[in-house]
């Protein structure tokens, strides 16, 4: 079943100021909690944008290692596009990112190191006063497959394009894809399903014609209501 195309927009839920991560719940003075949270947040973009953050060494196929910078800053800046409050759009992004090479390595060090916050309690706070939270984290690490379709889909072609026995395989998919081949398969279970329909039964006709099924001589069936009747035998 395919995924659906995420929606990563912010529902403001007009829980106040702390909730918003604007300021620091556990902070006494909310003017002094404003102006860390104003420090930290430019402290991060600013990591983002001279690209100083802490790399992550990780490693390659070639038994050595590459150092890059933490996979969670882009989403994270895709999120505050998206109208989320920062401190939460942070930890959406840090906690969608792979385990093994997330910075900082722990939920406490982020919020003291990151958010400015006191404490990690506030993002158990934010959590339980709005379950979208973990629900945006499953949906920003779905919106990684979306953001690399397009590099798939030349990957893709590049390897169908390939006249080679190898790549065999990507030019069915290609085939399947396109709507100019139908496996047998799936051809019998749409058949048997009354998605289409031929004057013969499935398992009276040889590989040979459902291959010809397949290349496009069959018929759709036009699925009516329950209580508009049957569909209407075609003519001979």
Not at 34 to 51: E, F, N, P, Q
Request: proline share 6%.
């Amino acid at each position: 079943m395919p995924f659906t195309k995420p929606n990563l927009e912010y529902q403001q839920l007009g829980l106040g100021e702390a909730f918003d991560a604007l300021v620091d719940a556990e902070c006494v003075d909310p003017a002094e909690a404003a102006r860390i949270s104003d420090v930290a947040r430019a402290a991060l973009l600013h990591m983002i944008k001279t690209g100083s953050a802490p790399k992550i060494k990780l490693a390659t196929e070639k038994d050595s290692e590459q150092e890059v910078l933490p996979q969670w800053l882009d989403p994270f800046l895709n999120l505050l596009t998206k109208g989320w409050p920062w401190r939460q759009a942070a930890y959406i992004a840090w906690m969608a990112s792979p385990i093994n090479s997330r910075w900082p390595a722990t939920q406490e060090e982020l919020a003291t190191k990151v958010l400015g916050l006191s404490s990690d309690r506030v993002i158990s706070t934010w959590r339980k006063k709005n379950p979208s939270i973990d629900r945006m984290v499953g949906t920003v690490q779905t919106a990684e497959l979306f953001r690399w379709r397009g590099d798939m889909f030349a990957a893709l072609i590049q390897s169908a394009l390939t006249p080679s026995y190898r790549n065999h395989n990507d030019r069915k998919l290609m085939a399947e894809m396109t709507g100019d081949f139908v496996p047998i398969t799936q051809l019998k279970a749409m058949m048997l399903k009354g998605d289409f329909k031929t004057n013969r039964d499935t398992e009276d006709l040889s590989d040979e014609e459902l291959l010809q099924l397949a290349g496009g001589d069959f018929a759709p069936l036009m699925r009516k209501d329950t209580d508009a009747g049957p569909a209407d035998e075609p003519s001979a």
